[in-house]
């Protein structure tokens, strides 16, 4: 099991950047699929990023080209820098892993992204 903890979100405007960040604490950390989610008031909750162990990277198709997902093992931290960030974008941004399951099975307590027009 890994605990999450995300940091990095903040208010910016339309067309800035943020990095956010998620710092993972227990065993076997490279060997998870970590995931960035995202919730927008009355959304239901989305995938917008995952990075495999392998390092390799998927991402939804409303972030390709403007969000990168990252890792460094040997921090155990997973990063998503987000690029020319739009007002629809804003959302509570959650950190997440799994390991042999298809579904996510560890959260982060959630960081808010804000993006003025």
């Known amino acids: 099991q890994v605990q999450l903890v995300e940091s990095g979100g903040g208010l910016v405007q339309a067309g800035g950047s943020l990095r956010l960040s998620c710092a993972a604490s227990?065993?076997?950390?490279?060997?998870?699929?970590m995931g960035w989610h995202r919730q927008a008031p009355g959304k239901q909750r989305e995938l917008v990023a995952a990075?495999?162990?392998?390092?390799?990277?998927t991402y939804a198709d409303s972030v390709k080209g403007r969000f990168t997902i990252s890792r460094d093992n040997a921090k155990n931290t997973v990063y998503l820098q987000m690029n020319g960030l739009k007002p629809e974008d804003t959302a509570i941004y959650y950190c997440?892993?799994?390991?042999?399951?298809?579904?996510?099975?560890?959260w982060g307590q959630g960081t808010q992204v804000t993006v003025s027009p």
């Open positions: 997440s892993a799994r390991r042999y399951s298809r579904n996510y099975t560890n």
């Open positions: 227990g065993s076997s950390f490279s060997i998870y699929t």
């Open positions: 990075i495999r162990s392998d390092a390799s990277p």
